[in-house]
């Protein structure tokens, strides 16, 4: 895949999380299709853009909220994050790594400071995040508690992880069993 595919993931789920914090879906939707990319929507995404702000679900919001950590994951990816761990929160500089919707930048503000990871580093992820997860999954199904680390947290960015590696994959259809 070429870069610029996973630059435009990285700039609609940018532009998702907004709609979390309280932006309007008409004004994001906006944003998205004055940069051509409301093709690349997935079905999920194109249904919250359809809504107004009071039709948007407290579940929707949840998912969305979620994308920060995919996000944080796909920027490692694109190299502009350099401090990708498991057990680290998403820094507070990601809204700097990003398409910033309120000054009404777009992709091509990514263009120039991306790189691909390469394959290996890339594999050697997805095989940790799948094995955490396989972990954490395996931990609360026999009732044990990890402090340390959190389900949802490895499974989103493992998810993003598992996308960069499963060319033509929809984004909604990541398989994520372990």
Do not use: C
Request: hydrophobic share 40%; net charge negative; no cysteine.
């Amino acid at each position: 895949m070429e870069l610029n595919f996973f630059i435009e993931r990285v700039t609609i789920m940018a532009g998702m999380v907004y709609i979390a914090h309280q932006a309007p879906p008409s004004a994001i939707k906006r944003w998205i299709e004055e940069q051509g990319l409301f093709q690349n929507v997935t079905e999920f995404e194109k249904d919250i853009l359809e809504k107004s702000e009071i039709e948007v679900t407290p579940t929707e919001i949840m998912r969305l909220k979620w994308y920060v950590e995919s996000l944080w994951a796909l920027v490692w990816v694109l190299g502009i994050n350099n401090n990708f761990r498991i057990n680290e929160p998403v820094g507070d500089n990601l809204i700097q790594m990003v398409p910033d919707v309120r000054k009404k930048q777009d992709f091509s503000t990514l263009v120039a400071r991306t790189f691909m990871r390469s394959e290996k580093k890339i594999y050697e992820q997805v095989d940790l995040f799948y094995r955490l997860h396989w972990y954490l999954v395996d931990a609360r199904l026999n009732g044990k508690k990890h402090n340390k680390l959190d389900e949802g947290t490895i499974m989103e960015r493992r998810k993003a992880l598992e996308w960069v590696v499963t060319p033509g994959e929809e984004w909604d259809e990541i398989d994520l069993s372990t």
